[in-house]
Structures are given as structure tokens and as C-alpha cells.
């Protein structure tokens, strides 16, 4: 039976309205859908904008190469500045003055020194304490804060007519301004130092000089005698791998304080132990905190975050190219969290001087750069040459305050 008119009209009086608020949600479905659209394209920014780039800061970063110059890159750019070339060639090791004036590079052969001001990137001076046919080798070295004298451990070496003749390891003080040894006094701690398990801090006065070893030797500068001693060591264990000694630096630490990475043996369970501690360099004192038993192989390598707040360990793992990341919480003295991960056989680290990025290096050309908050890999800086051992050096830029902390995750 068909519908009547007046009943056709009543329908449509009744689906009229329905019809219109289905088109008016369509349309407003249509306007969300788009302006969902649009934002998905937008990078996550409240105002659309792409986020900003995660950098290191503004300070500098100094690296010495195998092509024997010292690389300057801006950490903000990411990008190499200048190169500045050795007169004493191919670098063996790097350090920087406590005022970040000057870089004191030693040479390859072990016997040259050479002086670069960081302001003018010239080279100020060069020097050895070799003469003739007797060589002498330094095992480590460091300035005092003046700048004036430099002590060095090192061994004497005679080339005879048959053999050469290798002497005991001696301190060596050097004036760095008349140019001459004003001092020579025979090592006698035992056991003898080694290569990469030696360092050297002066006090911030200058009336110290920490040498850092099987255990921690106080001398006083000007006599080069004992006058304490603590019974920590560097991480040297045979099976420990080499140490890092480029992390031993002070630049993120309060002035007249180092932190850094020891060994010391557990008198309940007798095994090693690894222990963070910050030294007073001019008090003579020391506080540390233990983060777990030393690893049983692997290399190593300790960084201090540039807000203080946090520190980080590289701890090689029991496979070949396999690393954990350990996050110290230095404020609570504890380990805050450990993340594994694929990287080259032999890695160090250091903090940007934001505190906002790791560096990732050594043993090759490139520089890996993570986000410290959560150590999610960002991006590579390539060079052109192979960077050397204990020669990576970040200077913040001159009176930056010192950079807040960051949540980690």
C-alpha cells in the first residue's frame, strides 16, 4: 500500500533534520581529520616548528691525529674549525694546562714535547730531554698551574756499540722557561710504572703532585718526596684491559677537585673492586663509593657529566664490540642504569660540555654522538684521519655557568 502525501511530507519533516546534523558531523569528522593531518605532518612542536638539533654546547673540542695535527671542531656545528699542524709530527698523548690556555702534546718517539696556545693555535715551544745517544722516554707527564715546571716519569735509554741500555723508570723535572732538568729522583714505589697505567695531577697550587698508579702516591712538588699515600689503583688488572687515561681530566670537576675511576680490593669478599672517587687535590683527601666488582676483561673508560650530577662508564663486555653503557647517579652514589650495545673494539667517552651528549671515540675516524638522557645514538662526525690515544680534549666555552641537569629516563 503506497504512503500517502500527507504521510511523504511527515516522513520528510522527520528525516530533515536527522539529514542535516549527519552533514554537519561529516563535515566537522572532514575538518579534525585534516587538522589531524596537518599536525601529523608537523614535527612534534606546539607551534608546528621541527624541533631544535640536540648539540654538545658551544665550547671546543681538541683531538690529536695520525696525521699529525690537532683537529679543532665546533661543537655546535659539529663541524672542524682548524687543523693545527705538529712540528714534533705524528701525537702520543695530549693534555691540556688547568687554565685551558695551552695543549702539551707528547710525540710518538716518546721523547718530544711541544707547547700550542689554545687562543692563537700556534705553537709556543718545542722541546726534549733526549741528548746524543741517550734517550729518555716519558711514561706520563703533567704541568704544574703556573705553567713553569713539568714533571715527567720516564726511563733513560743509552744506545751502546752492542745493545741498549734501559734504566730504571725516574721523575724527571723539567723548567719549562730556562729550558734545563732542575731535578732527578729514582722511582721507588714498586711495583715500576707501565704505559697506560700511569697519570700525574698537580694540586691546584702546585705544592702537590698526585701520582696515580698500582696505588695513589702524594709527593711534594718542589722535593718530589712521599708524603702520602692511598692504597687505590687504577683499573690495571691484567685481564681489565687498558685504561682510558684521557677520562682522568678535571675540566667538568669544581676547581681543586678530580673524579675519576679506581680499583681497591674488597676485605670482605678479596677481589677488586670498582670505586669512583673524587680526590681533593689540594686537601689531600679522597671520597669514593663502590659501583660492583671489577669486570674480568674488557677495556674501560670513565666520564663526569659537565652538570656533576651524573657520571658515565664504558665497560667493555665479554664479546668483542659488545659494550655496556653504565649511568652513575653521583648525588645518590649509585648505579642508575646500564645499556648494551654494538660499537668498534675499542671505545672512550666523554661528556659535551652541556652535559646533553656523550662522545663516542677513539680507535678510528669518527666520533659517535648519543643523547646522555636515555644513550639513543644520534648521528656520526667523520674525520679525515685516525685520532690518537689520551689526546680528546672538550673546552667549554671561557665563564659558562655550569649546565643544569637533565632528567634521565
Excluded: C
Excluded at 92 to 116: C, G, K, N
Excluded at 300 to 329: C, M, N, P
Amino acid at each position: 500500500m503506497s504512503d500517502s502525501p500527507n504521510s511523504a511530507v511527515r516522513r520528510d519533516g522527520r528525516l530533515a533534520p536527522i539529514m542535516t546534523s549527519l552533514s554537519l558531523a561529516l563535515t566537522a569528522s572532514a575538518l579534525l581529520a585534516a587538522t589531524m593531518a596537518v599536525r601529523a605532518d608537523a614535527a612534534p612542536g606546539s607551534d608546528g616548528a621541527a624541533p631544535a638539533k640536540l648539540t654538545g654546547g658551544t665550547g671546543t673540542i681538541y683531538l690529536a691525529s695520525h696525521a699529525g695535527r690537532v683537529a679543532v671542531i665546533d661543537e655546535a656545528t659539529e663541524k672542524l674549525t682548524a687543523d693545527i699542524p705538529l712540528k714534533t709530527g705524528m701525537p702520543w698523548a695530549m693534555h691540556l694546562s688547568p687554565d685551558a690556555t695551552r695543549l702539551y702534546v707528547q710525540s710518538a718517539d716518546q721523547e718530544h714535547f711541544e707547547v700550542i696556545d689554545v687562543a692563537s693555535r700556534q705553537t709556543l715551544d718545542t722541546f726534549t730531554l733526549s741528548q746524543g745517544s741517550t734517550h729518555i722516554r716519558a711514561l706520563a707527564f703533567d704541568v704544574d698551574p703556573q705553567n713553569r715546571f713539568m714533571v715527567i716519569v720516564a726511563r733513560e735509554t743509552k744506545k751502546l756499540i752492542d745493545r741498549f741500555e734501559i734504566g730504571a723508570p725516574s721523575f724527571f723535572q723539567y723548567d719549562l722557561k730556562e729550558h734545563k732538568v732542575v731535578k732527578t729522583l729514582a722511582w721507588s714505589a714498586d711495583p715500576e710504572p707501565a704505559y697506560y697505567y700511569l697519570s700525574l695531577k698537580f694540586s691546584p697550587d702546585g705544592k702537590f703532585l698526585y701520582v696515580f698508579g698500582n696505588e695513589i702516591l702524594i709527593l711534594d712538588a718542589a722535593s718530589l718526596q712521599k708524603v702520602d699515600s692511598w692504597d687505590l689503583a687504577l683499573p690495571n688488572e691484567p685481564g681489565l684491559g687498558r685504561f682510558d687515561m684521557a677520562s682522568m681530566d678535571e675540566t667538568y670537576d669544581e676547581p681543586g677537585f678530580f673524579t675519576a675511576l679506581f680499583t681497591m680490593d674488597d676485605p670482605v669478599q678479596k677481589r677488586p673492586l670498582l670505586v669512583i672517587g673524587r680526590v681533593d687535590l689540594g686537601g689531600k683527601s679522597i671520597d669514593f663509593f663502590p659501583i660492583g666488582p671489577s669486570q674480568e676483561r674488557g677495556g674501560v673508560s670513565f666520564a663526569l657529566g659537565a652538570d656533576r650530577k651524573h657520571g658515565y662508564i664504558l665497560v667493555q663486555a665479554q664479546e668483542i664490540r659488545r659494550y655496556e653503557l653504565w649511568t652513575i647517579d653521583m648525588q645518590s652514589k649509585r648505579l642508575q642504569s646500564k645499556v648494551e650495545f654494538d660499537a668498534r673494539p675499542r671505545m672512550a667517552l666523554r661528556s659535551s660540555s652541556n652535559g646533553q651528549i656523550l662522545y663516542i671515540y677513539q680507535a678510528g675516524n669518527t666520533i659517535d654522538l648519543y643523547d646522555a638522557a636515555g644513550f639513543k645514538y644520534l648521528r656520526t662526525i667523520t674525520l679525515d684521519s685516525d685520532m690518537m690515544y689520551n689526546t680528546f680534549h672538550v673546552v667549554p666555552p671561557r665563564g659558562q655557568p655550569r649546565p643544569p641537569a637533565r632528567p634521565q629516563p
